[in-house]
């Protein structure tokens, strides 16, 4: 269906043939050849002594030629018409009437009669080609322009908004791309189909159909094929690569789930089956191993699902933040204390600056994105190295930001992978093929969600690699003191 809104940068509109001069006008063209005449007698008239006839009549061609070229071919037939009775009345014996004494100036009548035919009929012509030259230019020039403004196009709308914005004023006439055609089009007009549900109707012009016009519309109608053709392989080409996007995510997800949720269950239903054997005899200690292990690998499972939930709602819009004044310290002891247990020989320290006191966060989030760091810190380093939650505010940047990192002596991350390993189900180079790849892209989404980012950098002080959160910050308003009593 046809698009109403205007373009939003529209060009001045140009029209579709040049103006008509105004010595063409009839009334202007009938008194421009009886002053130019008149003006040509005068002449004739003084120097009327001095001339030959053929010098008086090359004077009155020359005021039907002045006619010709500037006014219309009806002024200039007037001029000759006027020049020859003038020459008859006012310069051939007996002078002042119609009467030929000599039957050499009916020859001399019909010269500059003929003369005078042939330049009104040539300038016309000439006239008539140089304004079909100029419509014609002006048609290329749309087209041209229609060319350039459909370079990039992605969207057959705005193709419609274009075709009517660049082709109309210089057709003269209705031009419109239907993208869905509904029932007939008008009488008289004219329809070219430039695709299999989309039709270019033109409508009639008071002027009549010409050639350049016809040439000018199948050009049109081309380059409308070929740029709805494009369009229309270019949203089928990014369909299948979202299509293919969508399915190797899902591979993704599926591999890096099962192969996550595969390991914990695994270990449960074994230590479980253990359990359940009761003429199994057990060293002392073993059963609540088990036992343990059943709860940890329970945990697992509930942080993996917790992720994909959290990731889910965090990408699908439906997390409202909830940011609160929050204290930094606070949020980093609940952390290490959930993860100590697991935290299997690693050191775990927790450094937050004493300034600010308070932070404007939503603590759910950040501590989720907290225990993914702590998680992939403690999954990507071997037992003995340290890992330290930092807390600080970098109020030299613009706007200030609070930054919560967490920074191990581990192996590191290459510089090329830094980036990509915030990316969903993307796991850094030494992960061994454990977890979903869900954790630091968390990280990233929480960040984002509350207008910050997050950043991977090596250490300054060793090998080891740091992950940062920055925050946008702002100081708590300070309460009124109590007024005194």
Request: hydrophobic share 45%; net charge negative; proline share 7%.
């Amino acid at each position: 269906m046809p698009i109403e809104e205007p373009m939003s940068h529209a060009a001045a509109p140009r029209s579709p043939v040049p103006p008509v001069p105004p010595l063409e006008r009839p009334l202007v063209a009938l008194a421009f050849s009886l002053l130019v005449v008149a003006a040509c007698v005068l002449i004739d008239w003084l120097l009327y002594p001095r001339l030959s006839e053929s010098d008086l009549v090359m004077v009155l061609l020359v005021g039907v030629l002045l006619v010709a070229r500037l006014s219309s071919r009806a002024g200039a037939l007037l001029a000759a018409g006027l020049g020859v009775a003038a020459f008859d009345v006012l310069f051939v014996e007996p002078r002042f009437t119609f009467a030929v004494a000599e039957s050499r100036y009916l020859v001399t009548f019909a010269v500059m009669t003929a003369t005078g035919l042939v330049l009104a009929t040539t300038t016309a012509r000439l006239r008539r080609q140089a304004r079909q030259a100029w419509e014609r230019s002006q048609q290329l020039r749309a087209l041209n322009e229609l060319a350039q403004a459909l370079v990039g196009v992605g969207d057959p709308h705005q193709v419609a908004d274009a075709v009517r914005h660049h082709v109309v004023p210089s057709l003269g006439r209705t031009v419109e791309l239907q993208l869905e055609p509904q029932g007939d089009a008008d009488p008289g007009a004219r329809v070219l189909a430039v695709g299999p549900r989309a039709r270019l109707v033109v409508g009639s012009s008071p002027a009549g159909d010409r050639r350049d016009d016809a040439q000018t519309l199948h050009a049109l109608a081309g380059q409308l094929t070929v740029t709805l053709q494009r369009i229309a392989a270019a949203n089928a080409r990014q369909a299948a690569e979202l299509d293919a996007e969508r399915e190797r995510l899902r591979t993704s997800l599926l591999s890096s789930v099962s192969h996550d949720l595969r390991t914990p269950l695994g270990s449960i239903v074994g230590a479980a089956s253990t359990l359940l054997q009761d003429d199994l005899r057990m060293r002392p200690g073993a059963r609540t191993e088990m036992l343990q292990t059943i709860r940890d690998e329970a945990d697992r499972l509930a942080r993996v699902l917790d992720n994909l939930l959290h990731m889910t709602r965090i990408e699908g819009g439906r997390v409202a933040l909830r940011r609160d004044w929050e204290a930094p310290e606070e949020l980093a002891a609940a952390v290490l204390e959930r993860l100590r247990p697991r935290a299997e020989g690693h050191g775990l320290e927790a450094r937050i600056a004493a300034e600010p006191e308070l932070v404007p966060c939503d603590a759910t989030l950040v501590e989720l994105s907290l225990i993914n760091l702590v998680e992939n810190a403690l999954t990507h380093t071997p037992p003995g190295t340290t890992i330290e939650l930092r807390g600080y505010l970098q109020d030299e940047s613009d706007p200030p930001q609070y930054v919560l990192e967490v920074a191990d002596d581990g192996p590191g991350v290459p510089v090329e992978d830094r980036q990509r390993i915030f990316d969903k189900f993307t796991q850094g180079p030494r992960s061994g093929g454990r977890g979903v790849g869900l954790g630091l892209s968390i990280c990233r989404a929480a960040a984002e969600a509350h207008g910050g980012r997050v950043e991977a950098v090596g250490r300054d002080d060793g090998p080891g690699l740091v992950v940062r959160v920055m925050l946008p910050y702002e100081a708590a308003p300070v309460e009124p003191a109590p007024s005194p009593e």
